[in-house]
């Protein structure tokens, strides 16, 4: 208001003068008369301002100017004046312009320098709109580029608009020219030079960049941003490389000029992409929101992605070479219905082909060599199809498909990947969070972790699969439930070469003083890993998640508190257990925590393990052969772990009977830390006291009389015992048996990877003799689920509850209950009418941070359902266990981990209950905290964006010196409003 008052002083005086000449001229009353006044008045007001506003400055640069430099020009300059640079070299460092000035040569870039301070960060920043740059060589440090230790930036505008930057010679930067959210720039007849990145428009709008050339970069221009709106510039006449980037928005049936050396396309219709070499962009060849389209016959070399399709429909990418990108090689984002086939992805830095949220793709005969992530990478999309695909050496997995459904996978190749050691828990073909997907014909060999591995993935099916010569396993199902393996093939896995590598361990527990040092390095080295054996692994559990693979084995290391190698212990090989994780190298087939899992005629031998299984539930296991064309089993497994495998041959032959197909050896983990059901008072088992099972033979060319005398056989030392309660089935070409476990009686000290610091094992080696005396005693039939319920949801036709109902455990003690009209739907869209609860004694990922577990864990399903509105859990407990302690119900997700839930607590009645959304993982813990809400609120991008560009209106809406754009307003208002007034009196008066 202080800037204003010498205006209202004026324009007071100017109304009082003209009242006083009115009274006196009273008679004069005629239009013209009193139009001519006000003229005179608004002319007056004008004057005063423009007199009174700051005048631009013209400041000069150079050896006798008003500046030697041009930031202490910057400093004395104010809005709108002008910066006029002499001839020379000026060495800058972190120019920030803040004021809307134009900075001009005096002869052009030949012969005016502008270059950055070696301490510089980014030689020019602009964050005011309404800025021109022209005429100079803006040079960056050129050497350091040239050796690759980029780290300097040339321009950037900071959320401006109106910026002008013309005829200027731009080298030797990280980043030339980058626009982060800005909008309505002008770019125009300028040169970039060996810069890692020409010209990049980063959540920005409606930028033109006309006439310019780009040469000898690693990457010339590109465009990102979250929406449509970022993509619409107006982009001719640039050159890369003398070939011309086309930059076409809102075109329909088209096709890409031969000369293009850069396409975008955003927003358009039928456009073909084709016979064209492209270099150094961005994205050499980009569709944004443009549909029904083609790119084919393009060669893409040395760009941050190959082909990119952003919000794009029923596309085609065929016979396109994509050589070396720093990202992606294909990237395909919320883009349906594409087909990509025949193209070669060789040596990316990320993906070599990403399909993320986007779905009914269909890959087929597409090559991915050398990907320094996935070869094909499958995110958050469904109902594609990968068919006939060749993917080789790529760091983590050959495939991977993540929180996907319902895709099909036939014929694929996937061999050498895992090379990036770094990362145990790599595979051929990965489903993580996936279900309902389909694997068949696939061969996932030769790779440097697992085979196929599918971790918390349900009702996939695996069918003729093979996973052969893998130096982790073959098939390893985790966590995963209802999955079908028929007829998968899984040999010769778990080969020393990996382990040659050596291993680097972030964190070990020591069983002897529960030391744990988080920064052990070099554990082993110097010795290549070969030929191992069950009695040569380490003689301590060592938890490692991710373990980090280094060094190769030394024969003996030297013990201390930051090494766990005893000083008497030789190594051959280790064994390394991931977190929570059981990670078991070398088993043909590994099932670990999952349930109602079916393997029907899988073939597993030659393995360090040919099969185990380990805490699952309900798993059936049909007919797994175990020696080639030989020895087969079928069984079921709750709760334990096994494991199995097969030899052709045994020293211990039992005298006149003949062997029958093979030797399997069996093996019992007994722990006396974890367990279920006590063998002593001290030792418990890890698995159900018995094991049934069918030992099935191949009766070609045995006689009646010689196939009746089969009989099972356990070799007790060097005597073989027949077991008891088998029985032979000659139909259907098999013995049944229940096998006790106090039949294992051979006790040692091992480390397979439980989290355990001295478990031992029992091993027990099974085999059919024909035998004179058969057993024709009955079998028992296979456990199930004991410890969990089902209950029956009553539903309309459409999924909707029809009444309150309550959900329990089989002890009461964790229960559901879900309200009439609510709606349970699971993750395949469909509505749930059986809930199962299943208790269990452990969780996911151990426990929170500074909680304390109460053994209360409970998984309900089908996992993933969702409810239309919340549903109540209870969880009972002991006040007194909790004594000092809040009890707090959790959540587990793969994301985040343990979630705390808000939990209401009922002390009295010993009741924990939170509110629920979905299926999931639940445990109660007991915390010093209070509970907490599980989600919160965090600003969108939108709202950030919002008061960005409101901070910039408020900073453009004053004049630092003159009266603004403001106090114009302010006047020419009162002016008019002066007018109306007057010549409202004037009529009153009998005047207009």
């Given at each position: 208001?202080d800037?204003?008052?010498?205006?209202?002083?004026?324009i007071?005086?100017?109304?009082?003068?003209?009242?006083i000449?009115?009274?006196?001229?009273?008679?004069m009353?005629?239009?013209?008369?009193?139009?001519s006044?006000c003229?005179?008045?608004?002319?007056?007001?004008?004057?005063?301002?423009a007199?009174?506003?700051?005048?631009?400055?013209?400041?000069?640069?150079?050896?006798g100017k008003?500046?030697?430099?041009i930031?202490?020009?910057?400093?004395?300059?104010?809005?709108?004046?002008i910066?006029?640079?002499?001839?020379?070299?000026?060495t800058?460092?972190?120019?920030?312009?803040?004021k809307?000035?134009?900075?001009?040569?005096?002869?052009?870039?030949?012969?005016?320098?502008?270059?950055?301070?070696?301490?510089?960060?980014?030689?020019?920043?602009?964050t005011?709109n309404?800025?021109?740059?022209?005429?100079?060589?803006?040079?960056g440090?050129?050497e350091t580029?040239?050796?690759?230790l980029?780290?300097?930036?040339?321009?950037?505008?900071?959320?401006?608009?109106?910026?002008?930057?013309?005829?200027?010679?731009i080298?030797?930067?990280?980043?030339?020219l980058v626009?982060?959210q800005?909008?309505?720039?002008?770019i125009?007849?300028?040169?970039?030079l060996?810069?890692?990145?020409?010209?990049?428009?980063?959540?920005?709008?409606?930028?033109?960049?006309?006439n310019?050339?780009?040469?000898s970069?690693?990457?010339?221009?590109?465009v990102?941003?979250?929406?449509?709106?970022?993509?619409?510039?107006?982009v001719?006449?640039?050159?890369?490389?003398n070939?011309?980037?086309y930059?076409?928005?809102?075109m329909?049936d088209?096709?890409?000029?031969s000369?293009a050396?850069?396409?975008?396309?955003?927003?358009s219709?039928?456009?073909t992409?084709?016979?064209?070499?492209?270099?150094?962009?961005?994205?050499?060849v980009?569709?944004?929101?443009?549909?029904?389209s083609r790119?084919e016959?393009?060669?893409?070399?040395?760009?941050?992605?190959?082909?990119?399709?952003i919000?794009s429909?029923?596309?085609?990418?065929s016979?396109?070479?994509i050589?070396?990108?720093?990202?992606?090689?294909?990237?395909?984002?919320?883009?349906h219905?594409?087909?990509?086939s025949?193209?070669?992805?060789?040596l990316?830095?990320?993906?070599?082909?990403?399909?993320?949220r986007s779905?009914?793709?269909?890959?087929?005969?597409?090559?991915?060599?050398?990907?320094n992530?996935?070869?094909i990478f499958?995110?958050?999309?469904?109902?594609?199809?990968?068919?006939?695909?060749?993917?080789?050496?790529?760091?983590?997995?050959?495939i991977?498909?993540?929180?996907?459904?319902?895709?099909?996978?036939?014929?694929?190749?996937?061999?050498?990947?895992?090379?990036d050691?770094e990362?145990?828990?790599?595979?051929?073909?990965l489903?993580?969070?996936?279900?309902?997907?389909?694997?068949i014909?696939?061969?996932?060999d030769?790779?440097?972790?697992?085979?196929?591995?599918?971790?918390?993935s349900?009702?996939?099916?695996?069918?003729?699969?093979?996973?052969?010569?893998n130096?982790?396993g073959?098939?390893?199902?985790?966590?995963?439930?209802?999955?079908?393996?028929?007829?998968?093939?899984?040999?010769?896995n778990?080969?020393?070469?990996?382990?040659?590598?050596?291993?680097?361990?972030?964190?070990?527990?020591?069983?002897?003083?529960?030391?744990?040092?988080?920064?052990?390095?070099?554990?082993?080295?110097?010795?290549?890993?070969n030929?191992?054996?069950?009695?040569?692994?380490?003689?301590?559990?060592?938890n490692?998640y991710?373990?980090?693979?280094?060094n190769?084995?030394?024969?003996?290391t030297?013990?201390s508190?930051?090494?766990?190698?005893?000083?008497?212990?030789g190594?051959?090989?280790?064994?390394?257990?991931?977190g929570?994780?059981?990670?078991?190298?070398g088993?043909?087939?590994?099932?670990?925590?999952?349930?109602?899992?079916?393997?029907?005629?899988?073939m597993?031998?030659?393995?360090?393990?040919d099969?185990?299984?380990?805490?699952?539930?309900?798993?059936?296991v049909?007919?797994?052969?175990?020696?080639?064309?030989?020895?087969?089993m079928s069984?079921?497994?709750?709760?334990?772990?096994?494991?199995?495998?097969?030899?052709?041959?045994?020293?211990?032959?039992?005298?006149?009977?003949?062997?029958?197909n093979g030797y399997?050896?069996?093996?019992?983990?007994?722990?006396?830390d974890?367990?279920?059901?006590?063998v002593?008072?001290?030792?418990?088992?890890?698995?159900p006291t018995?094991?049934?099972?069918?030992?099935?033979?191949?009766?070609?060319?045995?006689?009646?009389?010689?196939?009746?005398?089969?009989?099972?056989?356990q070799?007790?030392?060097?005597?073989?015992?027949?077991?008891?309660?088998?029985?032979?089935?000659?139909n259907?070409?098999?013995v049944a048996?229940?096998?006790?476990?106090?039949?294992?009686?051979?006790?040692?000290?091992?480390?397979?990877?439980?989290?355990s610091p001295?478990?031992?094992?029992?091993?027990?080696?099974?085999?059919?003799?024909?035998d004179?005396?058969?057993?024709?005693?009955s079998?028992?039939?296979?456990?199930?689920?004991?410890?969990s319920?089902?209950?029956?949801?009553p539903?309309?036709n459409?999924?909707?509850?029809?009444?309150?109902?309550?959900?329990k455990?089989?002890n009461?003690?964790?229960?559901?209950?879900?309200?009439?009209?609510t709606?349970?739907?699971?993750?395949?869209?469909?509505?749930?009418?059986?809930?199962?609860?299943?208790?269990?004694?452990?969780g996911?990922?151990?426990?929170?941070?500074?909680?304390?577990?109460?053994?209360?864990?409970f998984?309900?399903?089908?996992?993933?359902?969702?409810?239309?509105q919340?549903?109540?859990?209870?969880?009972?407990?002991n006040?007194?266990?909790?004594?000092?302690?809040?009890?707090v119900?959790y959540?587990?997700?793969?994301?985040?981990?343990?979630?705390?839930?808000?939990?209401?607590?009922?002390?009295?009645?010993?009741?924990?209950?939170?509110?629920?959304?979905h299926?999931?993982?639940?445990?109660?813990f007991?915390?010093?905290?209070?509970?907490?809400?599980?989600?919160s609120?965090?600003?969108?991008?939108?709202?950030?964006?919002?008061v960005?560009?409101?901070?910039n209106?408020?900073?453009?809406?004053?004049?630092?010196?003159?009266?603004?754009?403001?106090s114009w307003?302010?006047?020419?208002?009162?002016?008019?409003?002066?007018?109306i007034?007057?010549?409202?009196?004037?009529?009153?008066?009998?005047?207009?």
């Open positions: 208001m800037t204003l008052s010498p205006y209202f002083f004026i007071y005086n100017l109304y009082r003068h003209n009242y000449i009115e009274l006196e001229v009273e008679k009353n005629s239009k013209k008369y009193y139009l006044k003229l005179i008045l608004f002319l007056i007001l004008s004057a005063c301002i007199t009174t506003s700051a005048e631009p400055l013209t400041l000069t640069v150079g050896e008003d500046h030697l430099n930031s202490d020009a910057l400093s004395n300059a104010n809005n709108g004046s910066i006029l640079v002499s001839d020379g070299i000026y800058e460092e972190d120019l920030v312009i803040d809307r000035i134009t900075l001009i040569s005096e002869n052009g870039s030949q012969t005016t320098t502008i270059k950055a301070n070696p301490d510089s960060d980014t030689l020019i920043t602009i005011v309404n800025v021109t740059i022209n005429g100079f060589t803006i040079e440090d050129l580029f040239e050796d690759g980029l780290g300097r930036n040339g321009i950037s505008l900071e959320s401006v608009s109106s910026i002008t930057i013309t005829n200027n010679e080298f030797g930067f990280y980043d030339a626009t982060d800005s909008g309505n720039n002008f125009a007849n300028n040169t970039f060996n810069n890692s990145m020409g010209v990049f428009f980063d959540c920005s709008m409606n930028n033109t960049m006309l310019n050339t780009f040469e970069h690693l990457t010339t221009f590109g990102d941003g979250p929406a449509l709106e970022n993509f619409v510039h107006v001719e006449n640039n050159t890369i490389e070939k011309t980037i930059y076409w928005v809102d329909a088209a096709k890409i000029p000369d050396g850069q396409v975008y396309v955003i927003n219709t039928n456009i992409v084709k016979d064209l070499v492209l270099t150094h962009g961005y994205d050499g980009a569709f944004v929101e443009t549909d029904n790119i016959n393009v060669t893409t070399f040395s760009s941050s992605y190959g082909i990119s399709l919000g429909n029923n596309n085609t990418l016979d396109n070479i050589l070396q990108c720093d990202y992606d090689g294909v990237y395909v984002v919320e883009s219905n594409s087909i990509l025949n193209n070669i992805i060789l990316c830095g990320d993906e070599g082909i990403y399909i993320g779905d009914n793709a269909t890959l087929s005969s597409n090559t991915v060599v050398l990907s992530d996935n070869g499958i995110d958050e999309s469904n109902d594609s199809t990968l068919n006939e695909n060749t993917i080789a050496a790529c760091n983590h997995n050959g991977r498909i993540d929180h996907s459904q319902n895709n099909s996978l036939t014929n694929n190749i996937v061999t050498y990947g895992g090379l050691s990362h145990i828990e790599t595979a051929g073909i489903l993580s969070g996936s279900d309902n997907n389909t694997l014909n696939n061969s996932a030769s790779n440097l972790g697992t085979g196929i591995a599918v971790v918390s349900d009702n996939n099916i695996l069918r003729r699969n093979t996973a052969n010569e130096s982790l073959g098939i390893w199902i985790a966590s995963s439930d209802n999955n079908t393996l028929t007829d998968n093939l899984a040999t010769d778990y080969y020393g070469d990996l382990l040659s590598l050596g291993v680097n361990i972030d964190t070990a527990l020591f069983g002897d003083d529960s030391h744990i040092d988080s920064s052990i390095t070099n554990i082993l080295a110097n010795k290549y890993a030929d191992n054996s069950l009695d040569n692994l380490f003689s301590e559990a060592i490692s991710p373990a980090t693979f280094e190769t084995l030394h024969s003996r030297a013990a508190r930051k090494n766990p190698v005893r000083e008497d212990v190594l051959q090989s280790v064994s390394i257990n991931g929570a994780r059981i990670i078991l190298p088993s043909g087939i590994f099932v670990v925590e999952g349930e109602n899992n079916t393997l029907t005629r899988n597993a031998f030659n393995n360090q393990y099969f185990c299984s380990a805490l699952s539930y309900n798993l059936e049909e007919k797994l052969m175990l020696i080639k064309d030989q020895a087969q069984f079921t497994v709750d709760e334990g772990i096994v494991l199995l495998s097969g030899n052709e041959s045994s020293d211990v032959s039992l005298p006149g009977k003949t062997n029958v399997i050896d069996m093996l019992a983990v007994i722990d006396p974890i367990g279920y059901s006590s002593d008072a001290e030792i418990n088992i890890v698995l018995k094991l049934e099972f069918k030992f099935l033979y191949d009766d070609s060319g045995m006689s009646s009389n010689g196939e009746s005398s089969i009989r099972l056989y070799l007790n030392g060097t005597k073989w015992t027949s077991i008891p309660n088998s029985s032979l089935n000659t259907a070409n098999y048996a229940a096998l006790d476990w106090q039949y294992i009686t051979e006790y040692d000290s091992l480390d397979i990877g439980i989290n001295t478990p031992y094992y029992g091993m027990v080696t099974l085999a059919l003799f024909k004179p005396e058969p057993p024709r005693s079998g028992s039939l296979p456990q199930s689920l004991k410890d319920t089902k209950t029956d949801l539903i309309t459409d999924g909707e509850i029809t009444k309150d109902t309550v959900v455990s089989k009461s003690d964790a229960t559901l209950t879900l309200y009439k009209g709606k349970a739907i699971d993750v395949s869209g469909n509505p749930v009418n059986i809930i199962r609860v299943t208790p269990f004694s452990y996911p990922a151990g426990i929170p941070a500074d909680a304390t577990d109460h053994g209360l864990y998984k309900f399903e089908p996992s993933g359902t969702t409810f239309s919340d549903v109540m859990i209870t969880m009972e407990f006040p007194e266990d909790f004594e000092g302690r809040t009890p119900i959540t587990y997700t793969s994301e985040d981990g343990w979630i705390a839930l808000e939990t209401t607590v009922d002390w009295e009645n010993g009741r924990a209950t939170a509110m629920i959304s299926f999931s993982f639940y445990a109660l007991g915390t010093d905290a209070e509970p907490v809400k599980e989600a609120f965090e600003p969108t991008s939108e709202t950030i964006e919002t960005t560009s409101e901070g209106s408020a900073e453009e809406s004053t004049d630092e010196k003159g009266l603004g754009f403001i307003v302010v006047a020419i208002v009162l002016v008019i409003g002066l007018g007034v007057y010549g409202t009196k004037k009529k009153k008066d009998g005047g207009l």
